[in-house]
């Protein structure tokens, strides 16, 4: 699947049932449900893709402190971008 027909499956009501939780919590988010996206995050912390967009949904929310925590669990810097580009990054990294 690419970005671009990940993309197209936001309209739909649910998300794939066949792709990584993390891409669900991603396209959760990208629907609107921030709270669903945020039990995904919660669901396996400590594992790094996880963590990763635990760290992002805290940014979105404007929590930087947390954000920070998460971001360095996941062993990664604070994103600079804008949200959308790191939405990208994310779903592309577990598209590939």
Do not use: C
Request: proline fraction near 4%.
């Amino acid at each position: 699947m690419t970005i671009d027909q990940f993309k197209t499956t936001l309209s739909q009501a649910e998300p794939p049932a066949d792709i990584h939780p993390v891409l669900q919590g991603l396209w959760y988010d990208a629907s609107g449900n921030w709270e669903a996206a945020h039990n995904v995050a919660q669901s396996q912390e400590g594992t790094q893709p996880y963590d990763r967009l635990h760290a992002y949904l805290h940014r979105k929310e404007g929590d930087r402190f947390n954000a920070n925590y998460w971001y360095r669990r996941a062993g990664e810097s604070y994103f600079d971008g804008s949200l959308d580009e790191e939405w990208d990054l994310l779903v592309a990294k577990l598209l590939s």
